[in-house]
């Protein structure tokens, strides 16, 4: 499986942007990027994903380099609920090769975000 | 729509005990896919259904583990001698495919104490 390096911590201020990166410079022509977070007490939640052009959606922005070896995850205004483990994964598109679609988690990057 | 079941929330038994974990999907989710995760870490894949063959179980511990997913719907897992390094969260995900633009949706999982 590709793997994915993220920083251990990070930390922000409340309403400010929050800029998360992920490094994945074995990344193939068929993975997606995947982001994760994970609340406390509560299972993995779907962020967002992308394959090659920035994504948006109503909870953050995604942005890919041009040679897709990193991305950052961008939380536009943190808010105390986006306090959590930001996992940055990548999900092989080919259904029915080895990795069947599964996704591989990593140790991820806590967030801490302060009032 | 109705997110992933799980349960129970939370279990305690002795070592070489028995327990077993049950999983309802979303509804219409072809796939399945249980999870352990330790404390400190991100989850680890335990075994993946693609609606009720099983599809990868490659870091399933088939001396104790097992798990089915009988007429493609609800799954349980169980484990049978428990250990103590056994104590984790089992996090129970359905997603609609294996596909890149299928999320996977997780539960809130079930909180394993072995003693």
């Known amino acids: 499986d590709a793997k994915t390096t993220q920083p251990n911590s990070m930390e922000s201020n409340e309403e400010e942007p929050v800029h998360l990166p992920c490094n994945h410079s074995?990344?193939?022509?068929?993975?997606?990027i995947h982001w994760y977070r994970q609340l406390p007490s509560q299972g993995p939640e779907y962020v967002i994903h992308?394959?090659?052009s920035n994504v948006n959606n109503r909870m953050a922005s995604l942005a890919i380099a041009e040679d897709r070896k990193s991305s950052t995850l961008i939380l536009h205004r943190a808010t105390l609920r986006d306090a959590a483990v930001y996992y940055c994964?990548?999900?092989?598109?080919?259904?029915?090769?080895?990795?069947?679609?599964?996704?591989?988690f990593g140790q991820g990057t806590i967030l801490t975000v302060h009032p | 729509e109705a997110g992933v079941a799980q349960s129970p929330r939370y279990k305690i038994i002795e070592k070489r005990q028995s327990v077993a974990f049950w999983c309802n999907p979303i509804?219409?989710?072809?796939?399945l896919y249980w999870y352990q995760q330790i404390l400190g870490q991100g989850p680890k894949l335990l075994i993946q259904?693609?609606?009720?063959?099983?599809?990868?179980d490659s870091q399933l511990p088939k001396d104790r583990f097992s798990a089915e997913r009988l007429k493609g719907v609800d799954s349980t897992l169980k484990i049978q001698p428990a250990k103590l390094e056994d104590s984790a969260v089992y996090l129970c995900?359905?997603?609609?495919?294996?596909?890149?633009?299928?999320?996977?949706?997780f539960g809130n999982g079930t909180r394993l104490t072995v003693t």
């Open positions: 509804s219409g989710h072809a796939t």
């Open positions: 995900a359905s997603s609609l495919d294996t596909g890149p633009n299928s999320p996977l949706h």
């Open positions: 994964i990548l999900r092989d598109a080919l259904a029915g090769g080895t990795s069947y679609g599964k996704l591989t």
């Open positions: 992308g394959l090659t």
């Open positions: 259904f693609q609606n009720n063959g099983v599809v990868d």
């Open positions: 074995t990344i193939s022509g068929t993975d997606y």
